[in-house]
């Protein structure tokens, strides 16, 4: 199976190496998906992309949107400037859909959560008056939908899935699914000639409910159906409607992973017969097929397999897909005790005569790219891009050079991103992504994410710490080399306290002038559970919590949820000064000004001045995310709000201190400082392709001067997962 090949080309990306010439994709765009809700539909309500397919042209793509129960159109003529080109309601749940000239064919479920008279229909939607001209009734709940080569037929799979919540999901539920095909006629689906294919007694986990999920056809007029529930596949002739193949997908002993959910990112666990469970299937050919082995019941082997049509395993991916994504920090440390990253997607495309294939990382908000070098040779692993949050539908749209995604998670309702899809290019040009990886310690990566932190090394230039929040636990000072590209994670240090692991919701670190570092921890007082204080934590070089510094009782009293975010030092022995930037107005502040606090370790006394905040939009809040010494009694704050893309605020400003005291807890008159803009940082975040990241959260300036901020990627929870990582070169003065 060589796997070393695979982790070898994997190995050279990520330490810079230049052994890969390929061409390489780099997103170009992003379309929310709101903005394709019509005015009579509230456009704060859940509306998702899932399937999507384009046209011939690869110029407008069609996307399901099971929330809204309709399907969306996207005018991608222009791929920089994705454009809204309508929305057809549906009277249902799409789940798949697929493009025949002029008309988007959709398949509907319309029996909700009857999973005992499960209901759908096909839809035939005209492109040009976004109307549905016709209905095929499927005597089922449809899930998947494809052209044969010919475009001759639809292949359907009607799932007919099963209620998790009865008997814990277990199976049989019948009626039982299957496959189900739909011949063309004048371009459009022929109702008359559906032929249904049974798909049962061929399983042997549960030969009378089959679980049909996905399928595609090949040049040969083969059908692959994955039957995911029941570990199996079948291979059927679209010609005749015969199942000529069909066998297990087998299982897989996994090595070096993460099995636990507990905080922390350590693969170094194993699970023995994990069921692969496919989803989503692909032709790599006419012989060969590739399966992302998502599980949904028992299994999920957190990999992809490619299988000959005969059954036989070409190639399985162990362990690689999950390790990729604990380097790139898109690893989902929560779902470790389920299945991991979850590939669920996959895509093929030949670009420019190179059969490429795709893999969606449901849980991590990635895609992996490989080159198929053909068969009975390992494939070579190229890139991965980011995506929106949860990536549901992959397309390739080869001969625009264009690879597009959907995704069907929509978190607005918590602050978060809206569902999107994103649209990338391939071309000479390097891969921008990832702007920061880590390397592997002991043969294994370091784990990574939620990097809410960013000091400089006071002795070597592009040298700088950062570390973990609350994400994970215990916490974790991290160092980077950020003399390369991308930038690299080189070694984590666990932070301790009595000598035991411990863990804060660190938001900000320093190196203190005597060695060691100052963490601001940032406390939830208003928590209903376990509330927490801001705290100020002197630590050693090894890591040791030396001491736990809290604010006087009376002080911290006025505090909210929105604490310490960043902290610097100044001065040194009886003269150093900790300065704490709080993120937003507490309750004894003006509105408009947040505190900037110092506490001088020799007297153990307290100090604040104001910083005043640019006044927020409607709707959202602002405050300060980190806090840096430039040197000459000057500082640097990050100042940003909480809304993504390219209205947000997202800025450094500088502010000096000469001429001001800070004034002591509990005076009535406190100083403010003037701030200057030293950079917008939102036109940086939205050359990415991007919504725009929302959590910039890190910056330093080196020994050299040189300036760097990163962002915050919620440690994968209700987040894509995705860290811009930014050398921004000499600071300005």
């Not at 397999?305 to 897909?321: A, H, L, P, Q, Y």
């Not at 380097?327 to 470790?336: A, F, I, K, T, V």
């Not at 960043?566 to 509105?591: F, H, L, M, Y």
């Not at 909480?642 to 500088?654: E, I, M, Q, R, S």
Request: charged fraction near 25%; hydrophobic fraction near 40%; aromatic fraction near 6%.
């Amino acid at each position: 199976m060589r796997k070393p090949l695979i982790l070898a080309a994997l190995a050279s990306i990520l330490l810079g190496g230049t052994a890969l010439a390929e061409p390489m994709f780099n997103r170009v765009a992003t379309f929310s998906v709101p903005l394709n809700l019509p005015a009579d539909r509230d456009a704060s309500k859940k509306t998702v992309s899932e399937i999507i397919a384009a046209n011939e042209a690869g110029t407008m793509l069609a996307y399901t949107d099971a929330e809204q129960q309709a399907i969306g159109l996207v005018d991608i003529t222009t791929a920089s400037a994705p454009k809204p080109a309508g929305f057809v309601p549906v009277g249902g749940e799409p789940t798949s859909v697929a493009i025949l000239g002029d008309n988007v064919f959709a398949v509907v479920v319309t029996s909700g959560s009857n999973f005992k008279e499960p209901t759908g229909y096909l839809a035939t939607i005209d492109l040009k008056t976004k109307q549905i001209t016709a209905k095929c009734e499927l005597g089922g709940q449809p899930d998947s939908i494809t052209l044969t080569k010919d475009k001759g037929k639809l292949a359907i799979v009607i799932e007919n899935e099963r209620d998790e919540k009865l008997n814990k999901g277990d199976l049989p539920q019948l009626p039982a699914g299957n496959l189900t095909l739909v011949s063309i006629k004048d371009g459009g689906a022929d109702c008359a000639s559906r032929q249904v294919v049974d798909l049962t007694g061929i399983t042997a986990v549960e030969p009378t409910d089959p679980e049909p999920e996905f399928v595609d056809a090949n040049q040969d007029g083969l059908i692959v159906v994955t039957l995911q529930e029941n570990n199996h596949i079948a291979v059927v002739d679209s010609k005749t409607g015969k199942v000529v193949a069909n066998f297990s997908a087998g299982s897989v002993d996994l090595k070096g992973i993460d099995k636990t959910r507990d905080g922390q990112i350590k693969p170094t666990e194993e699970i023995k017969g994990v069921a692969r469970e496919p989803d989503a299937v692909r032709w790599l050919d006419n012989d060969r097929f590739v399966t992302a082995n998502e599980g949904d019941w028992k299994g999920g082997s957190r990999g992809f397999t490619i299988f000959r049509k005969d059954g036989t395993v070409e190639f399985d991916s162990g362990n690689m897909v999950d390790r990729t994504a604990m380097q790139l920090g898109h690893y989902p440390e929560r779902r470790s005790a389920a299945k991991g990253s979850e590939p669920e997607g996959i895509e093929v495309g030949t670009y420019n005569g190179e059969r490429l294939f795709f893999v969606g990382l449901e849980r991590a908000s990635l895609v992996l790219v490989f080159k198929d070098e053909g068969a009975g040779r390992a494939p070579r692993f190229l890139q991965a891009l980011p995506t929106a949050i949860a990536p549901e539908g992959l397309l390739a749209i080869p001969q625009r050079n264009l690879f597009v995604t959907a995704s069907e998670a929509d978190v607005g309702d918590k602050g978060g991103a809206r569902a999107a899809v994103m649209i990338y290019e391939r071309s000479e040009a390097p891969a921008n992504y990832p702007m920061i990886a880590s390397v592997d310690v002991d043969g294994a990566p370091i784990g990574w994410g939620a990097l809410s932190g960013l000091a400089a090394s006071p002795t070597t230039a592009g040298r700088l710490h950062t570390v973990t929040d609350s994400a994970y636990s215990p916490t974790r000072i991290l160092d980077i080399d950020a003399t390369q590209k991308p930038a690299k994670i080189v070694s984590a240090l666990t932070v301790t306290k009595d000598g035991k692991p411990v863990g804060y919701d660190v938001e900000g670190i320093v190196a203190r002038p005597a060695g060691g570092f100052w963490l601001a921890s940032e406390g939830a007082p208003e928590a209903k559970e376990k509330p927490t204080q801001n705290l100020l934590l002197r630590v050693s070089a090894k890591g040791e919590v030396e001491e736990e510094i809290a604010l006087p009782e009376d002080f911290a009293k006025q505090a909210i949820n929105q604490g310490y975010e960043g902290v610097t030092v100044t001065g040194s022995g009886d003269n150093e000064t900790v300065w704490i930037a709080v993120q937003r107005e507490w309750k004894d502040d003006p509105k408009g000004k947040v505190k900037i606090l110092t506490y001088k370790p020799s007297t153990k006394s307290w100090g604040v001045l104001y910083y005043p905040l640019t006044a927020p939009a409607a709707g959202a809040w602002m405050g300060l995310s980190e806090l840096t010494y430039l040197g000459d009694d000057r500082f640097a704050v990050i100042e940003r709000d909480n809304l993504f893309g390219a209205k947000a605020v997202k800025t450094l400003a500088t502010f000096s201190v000469k001429g001001l005291t800070p004034a002591p807890f509990g005076s009535s008159t406190i100083p403010t400082v003037e701030k200057k803009l030293l950079r917008d940082l939102t036109p940086d975040l939205m050359k990415l392709g991007g919504y725009g990241l929302d959590k910039v959260e890190g910056m330093a300036v080196d020994k050299d001067g040189n300036l760097f901020v990163v962002t915050d990627n919620d440690g994968v929870d209700d987040s894509s997962g995705e860290t811009a990582f930014f050398a921004l070169g000499k600071l300005a003065h």
